[in-house]
């Protein structure tokens, strides 16, 4: 069955980095798009990053264009995101998911790992 496990999260202080992986299983990992979102308390799920299959078109949200990179190894079946220049504002639980269609609905994401908590202190 798919499996997507996301892992890397913390506690980090303002301005700080932090780097999220996700390992996938279950799938031809390397035909899908995969993407990040992330949902803080009391907000809706909101679209944080996605990557082509073949990890050479990558699509951001405003709100971390410059700060955040997504890469995929695609011999390795893990997405990463990498996180700098941290905000408060960045505070949330990151999930990963598996794309199926367009790339910034949540609605056209079929699996999605459990999550990772974010916490960034000002």
């Known amino acids: 069955q798919v499996q997507l496990v996301e892992s890397g999260g913390g506690l980090v202080q303002a301005g700080g980095s932090l780097r999220l992986s996700c390992v996938a299983s279950?799938?031809?990992?390397?035909?899908?798009?995969m993407g990040w979102f992330r949902q803080a308390p009391g907000k809706e799920r909101e679209f944080v990053a996605a990557?082509?299959?073949?990890?050479?078109?990558?699509y951001y949200a405003d709100s971390v264009k410059g700060r955040f990179t997504i890469s995929r190894d695609n011999a390795k079946n893990t997405v990463f995101l990498q996180m700098n220049s941290l905000e408060p504002e960045d505070t949330a639980i990151y999930y990963c998911?598996?794309?199926?269609?367009?790339?910034?609905?949540?609605?056209?994401?079929?699996?999605w790992g459990p999550g990772t908590q974010v916490t960034v202190s000002s």
């Open positions: 279950g799938f031809t990992f390397s035909v899908y798009a």
């Open positions: 998911a598996q794309n199926s269609r367009t790339i910034y609905s949540s609605d056209d994401y079929d699996y």
């Open positions: 990557i082509n299959w073949s990890g050479r078109d990558a």
